[in-house]
C-alpha cells in the first residue's frame, strides 16, 4: 500500500517524538486558526475543511514551531 492509503479513515499516521508535548501543540493549532480566521471543527473532522484552509494553517503552524526552534537554539525564550 502507497503511504497515503490511510488517509481520510481517521487514523493518524503522525507520531510525537515528545507526547506530553500534545497539550502544547493542541492550543498552537488554535492560537494560530484564530489568527487566521480558520474555524477548527468541533468534532475533530478535517474532511470538510477546504484544502487551503487546511494548508494555510498547518504552514502557519509549521513557521511557529520553527520560530520557537530558533529561539530556544539562540538561547532567547519568550515569542
Do not use: F, H
Request: no cysteine; aromatic share 6%; net charge positive.
Amino acid at each position: 500500500m502507497a503511504n497515503g492509503a490511510n488517509q481520510g479513515r481517521g487514523r493518524r499516521s503522525n507520531n510525537l517524538v515528545v507526547p506530553q508535548a500534545t497539550n502544547a501543540l493542541q492550543q498552537l493549532k488554535y492560537e494560530a486558526a484564530q489568527e487566521l480566521g480558520i474555524t477548527i471543527p468541533a468534532d475533530g473532522y478535517y474532511g470538510d475543511m477546504p484544502s487551503r484552509e487546511a494548508g494555510s494553517l498547518g504552514g502557519y503552524i509549521t513557521k511557529r514551531l520553527v520560530q520557537l526552534a530558533e529561539q530556544q537554539l539562540s538561547g532567547r525564550s519568550g515569542q
